[in-house]
């Protein structure tokens, strides 16, 4: 038999026992609570920092904007530009040339020796963005170059940025700043010479534009700013200063249709052309719908092409750099001026380790109305020849080598012409 004394040590040392599983479930259970909680806070923290981490995009050299769907690219090129125009043509910092600026102070200039010029501001930047949405993607795109106004050559060569692109699309939609859709890239060719060949749509304006896509090719169609850049008089004194007074947009139909690896554009468009001046500069109330077309085939031959295009109608503004008026005013009537264009560019790819390759352009335009009647100096006919060469010796650059023949017949005044040579280096990022 146990002694009192053995009896309260056992006791005590049960009583123990029994009290120690009590507090260790308690320390356990708030334990747990503790950690949840900090799981829970490491998630909110995990998922923030992810939020705001950069990481790559679903497109090629995109990133993901933090805490966002969007994918965002950058991009562009330097380019640096020297120009020797013989009669100090296109200058000064205006690498860019047409025959249309042969009776300007930019053209040709009697007295005055070749002229070197050097430039960057033709260098560009872009933008892309890219957004999924729950039936498509929201893609828009900005870009922009320093042809805005222009600066000094004293000390800083700065220049004005300018907008050359700003758009958005959705599906076959696109809405915003962006080429004409008159205008074919199939036709543009790889030239150093901004101002592009004689036959050469180079026109950027707002628009809406619906592109329609089948399997034997495109249809687009679109709405677009209207303007008239020229409008000469023959009868009364008319002063052509109310150029934007136009009610309705320009209508363009494009249709592009390959055949194997030819490729076609086919084009159509409608412009209403209006004058609607007060009495103190004519007293002239009047438009008339006009049209143009023009089609463009690039023939491949072997490794290289050969691009065809030709135009015709109230063209206007829309070709070679407004090398004709948009129309004309007649007896308080406003009439569109015809004229008609074509070209031939030969592009050629010599191969090599550093990518030689070759551009041939001959274009041509052409008045198609009674220039007897028509004001001193309004062109009659222009033409350009360009041959080139580029290299590119590392990746994503460009350099080249360009001479260009322009020439102008402007009306009662007779023959404008110069040579120009183009030298230009350019990296692409």
């Known amino acids: ?56 995009g679903e497109s090629q050299g995109a990133i993901r904007l933090p805490g966002t769907s969007t994918d965002l690219s950058v991009g562009g090129f330097i380019h640096l530009e020297v120009a ?23 053209g040709e200039i009697e007295g005055r020796d070749t002229a070197v010029d050097w430039t960057a501001r033709r260098s560009r930047l872009w933008l892309k963005t890219s957004t999924p949405t729950e039936e498509d993607r929201l893609n828009t795109y900005l870009e922009i170059d320093f042809y ?68 034997w090719g495109s249809l687009k169609i679109a709405a677009e700013n209207s303007y008239e850049d020229k409008v000469v008089t023959l009868s009364n004194s008319v002063a052509d200063t109310q150029k934007d007074d136009q009610k309705y947009p320009d209508v363009i139909l494009r249709a592009d249709i390959p055949f194997g690896d030819v490729h076609t554009s086919w084009k159509l468009m409608g412009r209403m ?14 438009e008339t719908l006009a049209g143009a ?5 690039r023939l491949p031959i072997a490794s290289n092409n050969l691009t065809l295009e030709y135009h015709y109608g109230a063209l206007g503004r829309y070709v070679s750099m407004s090398a004709h008026p948009d129309a004309y005013v007649d007896n308080d009537k406003i009439e569109a001026f015809n004229s008609w264009g074509v070209s031939a560019q030969y592009a050629h ?8 390759r070759t551009t041939a352009v001959y274009a041509h335009t052409e008045a198609d109305e009674d220039m007897s009647g028509m004001p001193a100096g309004v062109a009659k006919s222009t033409s350009t020849g360009i ?43």
């Not at 790819?349 to 030689?356: I, P, Q």
Request: proline residues 4%; glycine residues 8%.
């Open 349 to 356: 790819k010599w191969g090599g380790k550093w990518n030689w």
């Open 293 to 297: 077309f023009g089609s463009t085939i």
């Open 387 to 429: 041959i080139n060469l580029f290299w590119s010796p590392m990746k994503s650059t460009s350099f080249g080598v360009e001479y260009g023949y322009y020439e102008l017949d402007a009306n009662q005044v007779g023959n404008y012409s110069v040579s120009r040579v183009n030298l230009s280096a350019q990296y692409n990022f």
């Open 1 to 56: 038999m146990l002694s009192k004394h053995k009896k309260l040590t056992i006791g005590s040392i049960c009583a123990a026992f029994m009290t120690v599983p009590a507090y260790s479930y308690a320390d356990n259970a708030a334990l747990e609570r503790k950690l949840e909680s900090l799981e829970q806070e490491i998630s909110l923290l995990k998922e923030d920092l992810e939020n705001k981490a950069v990481r790559s």
């Open 273 to 286: 052309l209006t004058m609607d001046n007060p009495a103190s500069q004519g007293d002239v109330d009047d």
């Open 148 to 215: 805005g106004a222009d600066g000094t050559e004293s000390f800083t060569h700065s220049h004005a940025l300018r907008l050359r692109r700003a758009f958005a699309t959705y599906g076959n939609w696109l809405v915003g700043q962006e080429f004409t859709t008159f205008f074919d890239f199939a036709a543009a060719g790889e030239l150093i010479n901004f101002g592009g060949h004689a036959n050469l749509v180079q026109v950027r304006q707002p628009q809406v534009r619906y592109t329609l896509n089948r399997d």
């Open 84 to 106: 020797a125009g013989e009669s100090g043509s296109g200058l000064p910092n205006n690498p860019g040339f047409a025959p249309s600026l042969l009776s300007t102070p930019f």
